[in-house]
């Protein structure tokens, strides 16, 4: 089911190829721009490192069923086993399916929370007195997100395969 989920959701955002290399709960695939480095949650929730291989730029994303005004930003409290920290996420609209994409606007805080933790968690104020707690595993997360940020540096489009599948090229 969660894999279901996941096939979903990384259709929505983009076009994926099949060629997918995973790594522990993470997953690194090209997508429309460049390359990308994701894992979803039991709830069908995305956290992912998205580098457009064009112009070298890269940015942290995760899409949530918690809806946003688009160009919006908003506060949201990280937790991890390397402590806790107050970030804020820009709104990028609606994608389909009810899923808001929220872009972080400190890139290198995200980073290194992902990259140094084996858990973490988000919180976001709903109205009134209320969260919305996200929780994701990062097994996997900063092998998968050197691997695909190494192809991304080469400025290559094609996903860095750790699998022995058979494929055509």
Same mark, same amino acid.
């Given at each position: 089911m969660r894999t279901a989920i996941a096939v979903l959701i990384l259709a929505i955002l983009a076009t994926a190829s099949a060629n997918a290399g995973t790594i522990g709960d993470w997953s690194d695939d090209t997508y429309t721009e460049g390359l990308y480095a994701a894992t979803v949650n039991d709830s069908g929730n995305l956290l992912g490192q998205y580098? !457009? @291989? %064009? !112009? *070298? @730029?890269?940015?942290?994303?995760i899409a949530l069923k918690?809806?946003?005004? %688009?160009?919006?930003?908003y506060p949201i409290l990280v937790n991890s086993d390397i402590? %806790?920290? *107050?970030?804020?996420?820009?709104?990028?609209?609606?994608?389909?399916n009810g899923y808001h994409r929220y872009f972080f606007t400190n890139f290198d805080a995200i980073d290194n929370l992902v990259k140094n933790s084996t858990r973490i968690g988000f919180a976001a104020p709903l109205?009134?007195?209320?969260?919305?707690?996200?929780?994701?595993?990062?097994?996997g997360a900063r092998a998968t997100i050197d691997r695909m940020r190494a192809a991304a540096a080469e400025g290559s489009n094609k996903p860095v395969r750790s699998d022995t599948r058979d494929q055509r090229l």
């Open positions: 580098c !457009n @291989t %064009a !112009n *070298s @730029t890269c940015f942290w994303m918690t809806g946003c005004k %688009a160009e919006s930003k402590g %806790a920290h *107050s970030l804020e996420v820009y709104c990028g609209g609606e994608i389909k109205q009134g007195d209320q969260f919305q707690v996200v929780r994701f595993s990062l097994s």
